[in-house]
């Protein structure tokens, strides 16, 4: 089937180490973000990537990191730096930077 | 930067009646407005969307409308069903793309059986 798959659904780190979160897409679209998502709060966008190689910042990048190598996989490193990192994650794909987005499941992580 | 607020934060309806939920937007140059769907546990799935040289958009039981000098647009949803339960975000852009939205708090809705 095609889609946009989030691994793992669900994530328990300690704190002070990083963590990676997976979204895969083989809908064959250009663009991929993610966004992070609080109870009682709209999504805000960490990161997106037009095209392959070349990444820009959201409104909330402090303590994540993303690589964009292959044109359908966009992992998410959370890192240590990041001060509250305890969310559900959500990684969306559009085919252009100008088209509407689909959104995976989603990856919740929990820090303890 | 772009300031979406969303009300209710709560909604529930008998099944069968309307549902009514509005969104503010406070930058003038947005002109690209979705709403989505998200059921418990999962992604937001984009159920209608609204560009700004449009009053108002239908599909099926679903419709949205945008008023462009008050900085408000609304979805409605009628004819309620138990499947309509979810929680549903208003977004607003200047461009089309997700890397521009600026989301709503969001709507639980919930349709009582």
């Known amino acids: 089937d095609g889609g946009i798959t989030q691994s793992p659904k669900y994530l328990f780190r300690k704190e002070g180490q990083n963590v990676t979160l997976s979204c895969e897409q083989n809908l064959n679209h250009d663009a991929m973000y993610w966004y992070r998502q609080d109870p009682g709060q709209g999504l805000r966008l960490i990161y997106y990537?037009?095209?392959?190689?070349?990444?820009q910042k959201g409104d909330i990048a402090e303590g994540y990191s993303v690589s964009r190598e292959k044109k359908e996989s966009f992992p998410l490193t959370v890192t240590s730096a990041q001060k509250n990192p305890t969310a559900f994650y959500l990684c969306?794909?559009?085919?252009?930077?100008?088209?509407?987005?689909?959104f995976g499941q989603g990856t919740r992580l929990t820090v303890v | 930067g772009e300031n979406v607020e969303q009300h209710p934060s709560t909604l529930s309806v008998q099944e069968g009646d309307s549902a009514v939920i509005k969104c503010t937007y406070s930058d003038s140059a947005s002109n690209y407005f979705p709403w989505y769907k998200q059921e418990l546990g999962k992604g937001p799935q984009l159920i209608i969307d609204?560009?700004?040289?449009?009053g108002e958009k239908k599909d099926q039981r679903i419709a949205v409308t945008l008023n462009k000098t008050a900085k408000h647009f609304s979805l409605h949803i009628t004819e309620t069903q138990p499947e309509d339960s979810a929680v549903y975000f208003c977004a607003a852009s200047r461009k089309t793309g997700a890397n521009n939205l600026f989301f709503g708090t969001g709507t639980r809705l919930t349709v009582i059986p």
């Open positions: 609204i560009r700004s040289n449009v």
């Open positions: 990537s037009q095209i392959v190689n070349d990444f």
């Open positions: 969306a794909s559009s085919m252009t930077g100008d088209t509407e987005a689909f």
